[in-house]
């Protein structure tokens, strides 16, 4: 979704056209959505509302996922921003054409991800935080964004990645960091994912690619079991 062009945008873009509807489930309700006197009051004008973007272009209106490439597009062809409704912000979307709009909001949302890895490595490589080898990587058990749900003999919970958003932000501190307990390595590697490795063996390759230690939590550092089978499985795959 790295656009270049207007067009490429207005492809991946609702056309809002007169009479159509938006459908809001959160209330079981529809209505026709009318951008009659936005269009010749905005020419090259472009408003945001909750990850959601309208611009006028041409004559005519259109609606798209907020991202970083759109902005970067409608920036580079001059438009500018504006305060005017914005359809499909609010939970709602376009009854006629809900199937392309929730792929927009897919594809937006993995876009996301991918900001915030080139992010993460911006922010590393200006502080000399490098990489590992693929091999070493890949012996590593990378914690999932849903979280991995943890039994103990006293406790049960979910442990969750260090960094676990779509935006770099205050936690960006914790890159380039790991920490030891008990024969287990947890780091944050320069791509923002949170790893776990058995063994001190990495710490050698670790501390060579600029990494520092510091007080993380630990999972699976403590005897507890991996309640998901296929991560359990993964785990136990995981060598020394």
Known sequence: MA??????????????IPGMIAVYPQYSQEEVINVSEIVPKFPGRYATNNSTVAF????????????????????????????????????????????????????????????????????????????????????????????????????EDTYYPIMNQSCLDCSCVNLGHFCCNNGRVVFVYRNGKTYVAKGYKILSELRAAGYTESGLFVPFSNGEEIQDYALRVCWESITK
């Open 3 to 16: 656009y270049k062009t207007i067009e490429e945008l207005i492809n991946d873009s609702i056309r809002v």
């Open 56 to 155: 006028v272009h041409n004559g005519n209106f259109f609606v798209t996922p907020y991202t970083r490439s759109a902005m970067t597009v409608l920036t580079a062809n001059g438009f500018k921003k504006a305060y005017f409704y914005v359809p499909f912000s609010n939970w709602d979307y376009p009854k006629s054409e809900q199937f392309k709009w929730n792929a927009l909001r897919e594809n937006a949302h993995q876009s996301y991800k991918a900001d915030f890895v080139s992010d993460c490595e911006a922010y590393c490589d200006e502080r000399h935080i490098g990489s590992i080898s693929e091999e070493t990587l890949a012996n590593c058990f990378e914690m999932p964004e849903n979280g991995v749900k943890v039994k103990h003999l006293y406790f």
